[in-house]
Nanobody, 123 residues
């Protein structure tokens, strides 16, 4: 079965940038929409953004809109999350998800996740 792997997390000061990557072993991701979710200590998991299977459409949570950018390179089997103008409230473990489902104006994850990559934004 495909295993998702998230990388690129770390410590960054508020106002800085990070780029997260999501890759997979065993199978190609190009046929699936992909999403990013995040979860901070003491808080519920929340949706960050999603990108269509071809990379031509994106959708973002209001909290990250105009700051985060999703992209993908299907030739390399990689999904990127470029995070700009980071805020302390962006601190969380970020998870990649294959095959999220749209339910009205909300996106729900499938059961297929990576291990997550930790992002800490300091003030």
């Amino acid at each position: 079965q495909v295993k998702l792997i998230e990388t690129g997390g770390g410590l960054v000061q508020a106002g800085g940038s990070l780029r997260l990557s999501c890759t997979a072993s065993g199978m190609i991701l190009s046929g699936y929409p992909m999403a990013w979710f995040r979860q901070a200590p003491g808080k519920e998991r929340e949706f960050v953004g999603t990108i269509s299977w071809a990379g031509t459409g994106t959708y973002y949570a209001d909290s990250v809109k105009d700051r985060f950018i999703l992209s993908r390179d299907n030739t390399k089997n990689i999904i990127y999350l470029q995070m700009n103008s980071l805020k302390t409230e962006d601190t969380a473990v970020y998870y990649c998800n294959r095959g999220p489902t749209r339910e009205g104006d909300r996106w729900s994850p499938s059961d297929f996740w990576g291990q997550g990559t930790s992002v800490t934004v300091s003030s």
